[in-house]
């Protein structure tokens, strides 16, 4: 039997299931995107708005990523007076108690958006976290569809400023009430058939994944995936399965022609009559202001999985393929999402309020950018680093520093632990430092600073054999102390560096 040795247990320096770290290059990434979004936001006269991470559970209500699950999908804690409080889910839910709490002082309409960390508390996988960030956009108390079309087009702006170019993205619109026409049609539209709805609902936004076949097995008696698992259906009849596959099926060359076919299919309904007139009202908006197919277009199997939505629906998708972790070539898909909610803000107030908004799933919108290849894949540019080799000369260190920051140029002194100029260097690489500036004894004595392009020798040195040959490369400057400033500046403005 092993004896106590009485010492404490250490901690394991790990993270907890689902959450991940984020170093230096790639917040600065995040940040940067962030800020050009706002921009966007910002021109067409929405507000910031910052809520605090924790909302009351009353507050979140049953809105809840998994409907079947009331108090799950969240992350909550008893408070001291017994209330229960968790971490947001989205940023929807915080917006409708902000609206119902600050209701006579906020203008109306209400637009504003929000960036920033939500927590779902659910089953971690690859790719999948529980904690991830959103950045959203509403607009409460107006129910004209130009709202929705507004937010639309600014969505399309707001990718195209995070660097997604005009044509390798789609907005696909729908509406919840042309389905709710289906379904009435369908004969599955009173409360005895609520479950029916859901799981109808839930297949359809499925389609992407499953497949036709796949979503007529869930409308059917249900469908049992390759792992054996089964998920229970929603029992319809062939024909009631066959008119919502048609509805899915219903786009056609433009916008016209998909809101006549839906015409057709919603019949005598007067809410599937009233969603493919705001359809139509949409696409004549857009079209106006030069968002046409195939940057926006009607798509009847776009319905969000989201129990709250009540009219246009909305989802902004990827229209390049990338290569999976399988190797295998596949569509990036949706990177926002959003729709119009106007009963949410009413469970606080009694009173119903319209809105509408967009949430883009900034992680996923980042992972696409790298997949593309764009600027935002380039590793970040780090500090230049001044080299310390005498450790009684800091204050002559600091004075280089302080006269590159003074002309903006990101810069710092190397503060470890010794002399070691190997060291000092293996360090500058490790910052992604584009130039190390040296000012040793030797130097000091003659008045003058070594200036290393770290980026430039990096590329030469495979082809350099001798010592005299690495001294003659442009790689490294020896200047005049007073030109530090004007040769750094040079050497960071070359294209390459």
Known sequence: MARKTGKPQRPKAQLPRGFDDSFGEDVLVRQRMLSRIAEVYHL??????????????????????????????VFGFQDEDESWLALRYDMTAPLARVAAQYRNDLPSPYRRYAMGPIWRNEKPGPGRFRQFWQCDADTVGTSTVAADAEIC???????????????????RINNRK???????????????????????LRAIDKLDRLGEDGVRALLGEGRRDESGDFTKGANLSAEQADLIMNFVAAERADGAATCARLRELVGASGQGREGVDELETIAELLEGQG??????????????????????VYEAELAFEIVDEKG?????????????????????????????????????????????????????????????????????????????????????????????????????????????????SQEREAGTVQIKDLVLGAKLAGEIDSNEEWKAQPAQREVPRGRVLATVRAMLDRPDA
């Open 178 to 200: 042309v389905l709710n026409g289906i379904l009435e049609e369908a004969g599955i539209a009173s409360e005895e058939e609520e479950a029916q709805r859901g799981i109808a």
């Open 328 to 440: 295998e070539r596949r569509q990036f898909g949706s990177v926002a999402g959003g729709g119009r909610y106007d009963d949410l803000v009413m469970r606080f107030t009694g009173q119903r309020t319209p809105a509408t908004g967009v949430s883009i799933g900034v992680d996923r919108l980042l992972a696409a950018l790298r997949a593309r290849g764009g600027q935002e894949a380039k590793a970040a540019r780090g500090p230049v680093v001044v080299l310390a080799p005498e450790r009684d000369r800091m204050g002559d260190y600091q004075a280089i520093v302080a006269e590159l920051r003074g002309a903006g140029i990101r810069s710092e002194v190397f503060m470890g632990g010794g002399t070691n100029m190997g060291k000092q260097l293996k360090y500058a690489d490790k910052r992604r430092a584009p130039l190390a500036v040296i000012v040793g």
């Open 44 to 73: 067409h006269g929405f507000d910031p708005l910052e809520t605090p991470a924790i909302e009351t559970v009353e507050a979140l209500g049953k809105f809840l990523p998994d409907v079947d699950r009331p108090m799950g999908g």
């Open 291 to 312: 968002y046409r197919a195939p940057l926006a277009r009607i798509d009847p199997s776009i319905v969000r999985g989201l129990a709250y939505y009540t009219g246009p």
């Open 153 to 171: 087009a600014m969505l399309a702006d707001a990718l195209q400023a995070a660097g997604i170019a005009r044509e390798d993205f789609v907005i």
